[in-house]
């Protein structure tokens, strides 16, 4: 593809590409915490998430209500914003508010803060605090959650500064449980690496004069000059009081499990978590019950050191069930039911985008996340030698599972003519092989394929070169209007448009020739009110397919010009004025891209 | 020393059925039935439980009975709590001498809870074996308890009751103290009852 690649991309595509990139990574949170697998076993012990089992994915934590619950439709907005919440898993800041500043009657307790802490519990979190379990009572529970060392007793001593739970507690021979932050013990304080070469829970590598691991509550925050700010997974609540977003400690616990079994942050056995809330229903991952008169808690089970020092949560083995959050009934606890809902963040759209080889430069893959389970590509290169035509593309829809996308049924077609002649009847699809991208973060990845003979198998590392922007201001378009359009009279022809920025989409034609072999054309156009002005897009041809390909034997002519103008966001035309010919197209929109939202917008 | 104990048990069940004859002869007439309990007001505490709500810091998070030697019982809920405040109620002679008798068969009196967690322990050793499934609860009240016993009042705190009794079911002093637990926690919800 790369006629349009090496001239106006590089120069136009890279820096957007590489400004989102920069912005991504300075997307920050924070410091430590504790897992539950810590509790009688090795300080050192990570939790993770159920269905974990050291592969790259994204692991679905099913939630639900259980139909038993009492109260069930006032807990549903508290439940979906605790999903929202734990799977955006973002710092939020000053986390705690109270009085005037939240929307909580005196004397009630906040149903949704509640529950936002047991689901840390069910998702293998344990208190950062010593907390009732340690048989301590008062203000000696917020000590730094640890094991009794030799002497059998918690040693607590506040220190020089009187404050529990800070960096300068006398903790005697306790044995540290909490992973603090190496560089700073500051559970406060943002960082970018979430692994064991950030946090530890060894005390010999605490900073400076620091003598035990300080941990996120409250107190220890004033200190730190950081004001209402708790860990959400800090054991205790308090009438009127919403902490109803996640705090960088909480963030920090679930993402140092994320970083697996190897504890490395950004290696093959890194997962990501979704918790799925599906509502009053029955044989989820966790449920929740309110009845009774216990005020809160989770109960979950276990599968001690899968491997040594980590552990996963099971909720299908049939000795205990899932896991449940049981919450203290209405007729025994004044909750409050909060009833403003969160606006669910848009989803993460992953990979798409446009990728290549940067040694193969010329040819490319178009991918698009549809959804969680669901994404598509296409294929531009060239054909094999001796074969016919002289561009290819081929085309797929897939499964995602974890980082890994695969396409068993990648398909190549022929047959229609370009122009007026254009006719879907003439289209013939076959099965070409199969395909599979596996990602090793948003931006590098291998791609894998086994074609027919003149095509063979082989697999590359391929690279973004484009990245969609998402919050792309333009005056009248909106980036929802990225994504896959066809126009049903010439249905087996199509054109994929990303939006980069808040002026340029790239745009590709997926077509035929004059002869009925498979052609393609693109480039970079500007986006002028509701209108797509590319007025030089490009083929490219005289390369081979797999080890023939040269990218010194492309040779890139100017195809012609493309005007796109949309009506709304489904619907528009195309009006193409190019060397094999005039025309116009109806289209429509095909595929709808995860994590773009198009709100309609009137056509100027 | 368990013959010791069930001796000593019948005995002070004895002296406390003692008591509330007398009771039961004050109380057969309603009008100095108030009297009376103001007048025993002092009377002895035979029984007191607690139960910590741990999730709940910041305030009040103890539910409170309190048992007398004359029938008296005495519940607090905590303000967070539909059914916060004091309330009274009175047992008949015959009501209390079966508590009593029950949370006394129950072991309650002579509970001991380090000996509870190091049989836990050893239960639980199994457990941490690799891939060997363990439950864990999380946020569990603080059980305390206080009962008259012939060496004074026995007291002892308790975290976990309800969840590590029903997870270690093999454990029978856990299992008849939380049984115990429960009759208390109906008769707090009885005296607190609208």
């Known amino acids: 593809m790369n006629g349009w690649h090496v001239t106006r991309l590089r120069i136009q595509l890279w820096l957007p590409a590489l400004l989102v990139l920069g912005s991504a990574l300075m997307t920050t949170t924070v410091s430590a915490g504790v897992f539950l697998s810590s509790s009688d076993g090795d300080a050192a012990s990570i939790t993770h998430v159920s269905g974990y089992q050291g592969s790259n994915q994204e692991l679905v934590v099913n939630f639900c209500i259980d139909p038993a619950s009492e109260s069930r439709q006032s807990a549903d907005i508290a439940a979906q914003n605790v999903t929202i919440v734990w799977n955006a898993l973002q710092d939020e800041g000053a986390n705690l508010s109270t009085g005037f500043n939240n929307n909580i009657p005196p004397n009630r307790f906040d149903f949704e803060s509640v529950l936002l802490h047991e689901m840390g519990h069910c998702l293998g979190l344990a208190h950062i605090n010593l907390a009732s379990e340690s048989d301590l009572s008062g203000a000696n529970l917020n000590y730094t959650q640890a094991q009794t060392g030799p002497n059998g007793v918690f040693d607590i001593n506040a220190g020089p500064d009187f404050v529990i739970g800070s960096a300068d507690d006398i903790r005697g021979d306790d044995i540290n449980r909490n992973w603090f932050r190496i560089i700073d013990n500051n559970p406060f304080v943002a960082g970018d690496m979430f692994d064991r070469r950030s946090y530890s829970v060894d005390l010999a590598d605490l900073p400076g004069n620091d003598v035990f691991a300080a941990n996120a509550d409250r107190s220890v925050g004033t200190l730190l000059g950081v004001f209402a700010t708790e860990a959400v997974m800090q054991q205790g609540t308090r009438p009127d009081e919403a902490q109803r977003t996640l705090a960088a400690d909480d963030v920090a616990s679930l993402r140092l499990g994320m970083a697996g079994f190897d504890e490395l942050q950004g290696t093959a056995d890194d997962y990501s978590v979704r918790i799925n809330y599906t509502g009053v229903a029955e044989n989820c991952d966790v449920q929740l019950l309110i009845a009774g008169d216990d005020f809160a808690f989770c109960r979950v089970a276990i599968a001690n050191d899968v491997t040594p020092n980590h552990s996963v949560i099971v909720t299908d083995s049939q000795q205990f069930g899932p896991a449940q959050i049981q919450i203290a009934s209405t007729s025994e606890v004044n909750w409050f039911f909060n009833s403003q809902m969160l606006e669910p963040p848009p989803a993460d759209p992953g990979p798409t985008g446009s990728w290549f080889n940067p040694s193969r430069n010329g040819e490319g893959w178009v991918i698009e996340v549809l959804n969680e389970t669901t994404a598509g590509f296409y294929w531009f290169s060239y054909p094999p030698v001796g074969g016919d035509g002289q561009q290819l593309w081929l085309i797929s829809v897939g499964e995602i599972n974890g980082n890994t996308y695969t396409f068993d049924n990648v398909r190549i077609a022929s047959g229609a003519v370009f122009g007026a002649g254009f006719d879907p009847a003439d289209i013939v699809r076959e099965f070409w092989g199969t395909l599979e991208f596996v990602f090793s973060d948003n931006d590098t990845a291998v791609v894998s394929y086994a074609g027919p003979p003149e095509f063979g198998s082989d697999s590359y590392n391929i690279q973004r070169f484009v990245r969609l922007d998402r919050e792309a201001e333009t005056a009248v378009l909106p980036a929802g209007i990225s994504g896959s359009w066809f126009d049903p009279q010439t249905n087996g022809e199509g054109w994929v448009i990303e939006v980069i920025s808040a002026t340029q989409v790239v745009i590709y034609w997926f077509t035929f020739d004059e002869n009925g072999n498979q052609a393609w054309n693109g480039g970079v156009a500007d986006i002028v009110g509701n209108t797509l002005v590319l007025p030089d897009s490009r083929d490219s041809m005289g390369a081979a397919f797999g080890d023939d390909f040269d990218s010194n034997d492309i040779q890139r002519r100017d195809f012609g010009s493309l005007t796109f103008v949309f009506d709304d966001c489904n619907s528009g035309s195309l009006t193409f004025n190019t060397v094999r010919g005039n025309g116009v197209r109806d289209i429509q929109r095909i595929t709808n891209l995860r994590g773009f939202s198009c709100e309609d917008f009137s056509a100027q | ?194």
């Not at chain 2, 457990?127 to 946020?139: A, E, H, K």
């Not at chain 2, 008259?148 to 976990?160: I, K, R």
Request: hydrophobic letters at 40%; proline letters at 3%.
């Open chain 2, 1 to 194: 020393m368990q013959i010791k104990q069930h001796i000593n048990k019948t005995t002070l069940t004895n002296k406390l059925l003692g008591w509330f004859q007398v009771c039961l002869m004050l109380s057969a007439i309603p009008g100095s039935m108030v009297s009376a309990q103001d007048g025993l007001g002092n009377a002895e505490l035979i029984l007191e439980y607690r139960r910590e709500v741990s999730m709940v810091s910041g305030q009040d998070n103890t539910m409170r009975l309190k048992i007398f030697a004359d029938g008296r019982v005495s519940v607090h809920y905590p303000a967070f709590m539909r059914r916060a405040g004091e309330h009274q109620s009175s047992l008949t002679a015959g009501e209390l001498n079966r508590l009593m008798a029950s949370m006394y068969a129950s072991g309650m009196a002579d509970f001991e809870p380090e000996t509870a967690e190091n049989n836990i322990k050893r239960l639980s050793r199994g457990s941490t074996d690799s891939g060997r499934l363990r439950l864990i609860r999380t946020d569990q009240d603080i059980t305390h308890i206080r009962i008259a016993s012939d060496n004074g009042m026995h007291e002892f705190a308790f975290s976990g009751l309800r969840g590590k009794s029903s997870q270690f079911p093999q454990l029978q002093a856990l299992a008849d103290l939380s049984l115990a637990v429960e009759q208390l926690d109906r008769l707090m919800r009885e005296t607190s009852a609208p």
